[in-house]
């Protein structure tokens, strides 16, 4: 019997499916849309994605299918255009674009490899739950009886509107803009360098400003471009946040005519593929673990799409429950373990939905303010100082426990291409990095850490003042930066 069932089959959801696979939990995942939607919400993979990836094993499959995001241009209406490169070239990886489709069919694929599927139309509409488990309702779309069910553990990834968080009866305070957005994906005429994402702007006293913004996705001239929906469009239907699925999305001369007011150039769009409407709303969950339930990804946070961090937030709280969850079912970790979950996840949530709020609402009034790149990347993000990490160095220089654990740079081995990550060596570990750099390499040799040189006379970079998470929170008695995600 499955002893954990996954609600949702988004991009946590099937990562959180894939990680309890990989650490030994057998878990049934079910989602109530007969089909993943056709989309591209997310497109931006952040470096810490990519780390997380990298553990599970698919960071090149990931690579190979996406795009590196190369930088932007701006355009600031009545002026010249900007360009400004994206250097990432301290981190292990760049900033990857991956249309959110692809990286769910990706991640429903490495799923497969454990003998799991996703249940499809089939939608959960009840829970209850006592000490010794969690009993839900599932209800198949073709009709017929519902499935009463019963699990160990229920994790609740099912987006915005999660069911499984109203059941709970778990706060999802917040509040919502009002202005409707629009998206599609269509194929531009210009000469903007392969790579590059662009953001035009015309700054409006007192309000959002008209936008024109332009992702590039994998496809050669293909963009997802996203803009304010014009008052016609604003219909007053559907829900406060995400992809209004069931209204009218805008059509190529809409989308056009946006693009004609704000690209001096005017290029030529064409080919629409699909468009949509969506609404944005802010909102973090008063809880994230309600006994033997928990919420992950959309479920537990909702905020602007602004830096491309809900989906990448998702997936690291997945990345973070799984581990957790396994070791507790096979007896190797008390219960309390779970409550590191909450507090470990739930104040990067709040972080994300502040930070991304806040660069929303000063959307292109950023002059003199540079955006966060690092924050963008989720590097930074630490467990030091939460309640289950503790640090026996006491206050020795250093990575804190909690720490993701910091690279080395410019260790090099004969005859091969890419740089070995500092947690590998220190593992004694020569597997192949499943992703290995953008900038390409030889196949990994077997041989641990010897034979690693610095190289180039850089140094191992210090931790920055806010530490990096890949070791994340751990039973007490661990006192170094842990391996584990
Ligand atoms: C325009 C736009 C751009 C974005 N860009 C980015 C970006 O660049 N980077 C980024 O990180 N994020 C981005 N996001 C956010 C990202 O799309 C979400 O954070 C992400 O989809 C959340 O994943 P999830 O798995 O938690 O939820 P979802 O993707 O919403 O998946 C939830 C799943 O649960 C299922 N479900 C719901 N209720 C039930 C039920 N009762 N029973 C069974 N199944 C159920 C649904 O059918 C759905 O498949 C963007 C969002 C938008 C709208």
């Known amino acids: 019997m499955a002893e954990i069932l996954v609600v949702g089959a988004g991009p946590v959801g099937l ?36 780390e997380v990836w990298d553990a599970m094993g698919i960071a090149r499959e990931m690579i190979d299918a996406g795009i590196w995001i ?11 255009p900007r360009d400004a490169r994206l250097e990432l070239p301290d981190l292990p990886y760049a900033q990857l674009g991956l249309p959110q ?8 694929r490495h799923l497969g490899r454990f003998g799991i599927t996703v249940e499809r139309g089939v939608t959960l509409t009840g829970l209850s739950q006592d000490a010794e488990g969690v009993a839900v309702r599932l209800e198949q779309a073709g009709g017929g009886p519902p499935e009463s069910a019963g699990f160990r553990y229920v994790v609740g990834c099912d987006g915005a509107h999660s069911a499984v968080r109203r059941a709970l009866g778990i706060g999802f305070e917040g509040d919502a ?11 531009i005429g210009w000469d903007l360098p392969r790579g590059m994402a662009l953001r035009a702007l015309r700054l409006v006293e007192g309000g959002a400003p008209d936008m024109f913004i332009a992702i590039p996705l994998p496809e050669p001239g293909r963009y997802r471009v996203s803009m304010l929906a014009p008052a016609g469009l604003a219909s007053p239907g559907g829900s406060d946040h995400g992809i209004q699925a069931e209204l009218q999305g805008p059509d190529l001369p809409q989308i056009q005519a946006v693009a004609d007011d704000l690209l001096p150039d005017r290029p030529r769009l064409s080919d629409l593929r ?17 006994g033997r339930a928990f919420i992950a990804g959309d479920a537990a946070h909702i905020h602007p799409p602004t830096g491309g961090q809900g989906m990448n937030t998702g997936i690291q709280d997945a990345c973070n429950l799984a581990w957790k969850l396994a070791l507790v079912l096979k007896g190797a970790a008390p219960e309390s373990l779970l ?74 081995r004969h005859g091969v291409g890419f740089p070995p990550a500092a947690l590998r060596c ?20 077997r041989g641990g850490s010897r034979g690693f040189r610095a190289g180039g006379g850089a140094a191992s970079r210090p931790p920055s003042a806010g530490g990096r998470d890949r070791a994340g929170g751990r039973p007490a008695g661990m006192a170094r930066p842990c391996l584990l995600p």
């Not at 803009?177 to 194929?187: A, N």
Request: some cysteine; proline content about 7%.
């Open 15 to 50: 990562t959180m499916a894939a990680e309890l696979a990989r650490h030994g939990a057998r878990c049934r995942i079910i989602d109530r849309l007969a089909q993943p939607l056709p989309y591209c919400r997310a497109i931006g993979v952040t470096p810490r994605t990519l």
């Open 70 to 80: 190369e930088g932007l241009r701006s355009i600031l209406h009545g002026q010249p």
């Open 101 to 108: 489709y692809e990286t769910e069919r990706l991640l429903a």
């Open 177 to 187: 803009f009002p202005m409707m957005f629009m998206l599609g994906d269509v194929h």
């Open 274 to 290: 699909w468009s949509s409407v969506f609404r944005i709303s802010m909102r973090l969950a008063a809880h994230y673990r309600q």
């Open 339 to 412: 409550d590191s979950y909450e507090a470990e996840r739930r104040p990067v949530g709040a972080e994300v939905v502040a930070r991304t709020r806040a660069a929303s609402e000063g959307y292109g009034r950023e002059a003199g303010s540079k955006p966060d790149r690092l924050a963008d990347t989720q590097i930074l993000v630490s467990y030091r100082g939460t309640g289950w990490v503790r640090d026996d160095a006491g206050g020795a220089a250093g990575p804190a426990a909690g720490d993701r654990a910091p690279d080395a740079i410019g260790l090099r």
């Open 426 to 445: 220190a593992a004694g570990d020569g597997t192949p990095p499943a992703g290995a750099s953008r900038r390409g390499g030889h196949p990994w040799e």
